[in-house]
Each structure stands twice: as structure tokens, then as C-alpha cells.
């Protein structure tokens, strides 16, 4: 009349083919994403609108480069003078040396090659500049 059912053992094995399958998901998309981290200039950009400066703060260290991709200094030297890249990585690791928290502005002419700004970033960075902030003129920052 009733028949009686088998049982089986309990199974003790763990099914790891589903780990295994996301894990390699992801590693696949470390992979791709790893490469892009690494490169590009690291810039802390503002979480709101842009303010001016304190004028309680220190004066900042102002790198600026005109229209021809020429790069010059406010520090250390006569500001109208042009600087290579070797005395920007010097000057700026002197400063920053000295007093660590000096604000460092990059100030790009609005014709310049952006590949000369960023270019500047990179001396910045390597001189030791934990952020770079970029200038703008607040007239022209407001268009209608």
C-alpha cells in the first residue's frame, strides 16, 4: 500500500561554478578599468559653484601659459619672464617644500593648445601639488 520512499544522503559538495563565473566577470573589468585609472592628471574638482579665493589665505602659486604654449612663473623670478619645464618642477618643489598648503593655479590663456595645460598640470604634479585649481576670468565666466 504505501510505498516507501529512498532517501538519499545529503549532498556535501558546494556548487563553486557560479563564483567562479562572476569572479571572472569581474576580473575582466579590472582589467579594462585599471588602465584608464592610471592615466590622466589627478585634479580635485569643486563639489559646488566656484568661489574666489580668501584673501585671508596665502598668496597662491600661479603657473600661466599664453597663447603660444610659453610657460611662466610668479615665483622666484620676474613673473613676465618665460620658464622651462625643469625650472617649474624646481621652483614649485622649493615653495611647496617650505609651505605645503600654498594653493597652485594653472592660468590658461583662452587660445592655448590644451595639451599645454594639462601639460602643466603634469609639472605641477610632479613638483609635489596635491590639487591644482584652475583660473578663469569672472567676467567672461557668465555668458548670455
Known amino acids: ?55 585671508e589665505s596665502k598668496e597662491p602659486l600661479v603657473v600661466s601659459v599664453d597663447a603660444e604654449g610659453i610657460y611662466y612663473l610668479n615665483v622666484g623670478g620676474d613673473e613676465e619672464e618665460p620658464v622651462d619645464e625643469d625650472e617649474i618642477v624646481r621652483r614649485v618643489g622649493i615653495v611647496l617644500a617650505k ?17 599645454a595645460v594639462v601639460q602643466a598640470m603634469v609639472l605641477l604634479q610632479q613638483a609635489g601639488a596635491p590639487s591644482v585649481g584652475l583660473m578663469t576670468d569672472p567676467s567672461e565666466s557668465v555668458r548670455k
Open 1 to 55: 500500500m504505501a510505498q516507501q520512499r529512498q532517501r538519499r544522503p545529503p549532498m556535501s559538495e558546494i556548487n563553486v561554478v557560479p563564483y567562479i563565473d562572476v569572479m571572472l566577470v569581474l576580473l575582466v573589468i579590472f582589467m579594462i578599468t585599471a588602465p584608464l585609472l592610471s592615466q590622466g592628471v589627478q585634479v580635485d574638482l569643486p563639489e559646488a559653484d566656484a568661489k574666489p579665493l580668501d584673501k
Open 99 to 115: 609651505q605645503p598648503d600654498t594653493p597652485v593655479l594653472v592660468r590658461g590663456d583662452n587660445a592655448v593648445n590644451y595639451g
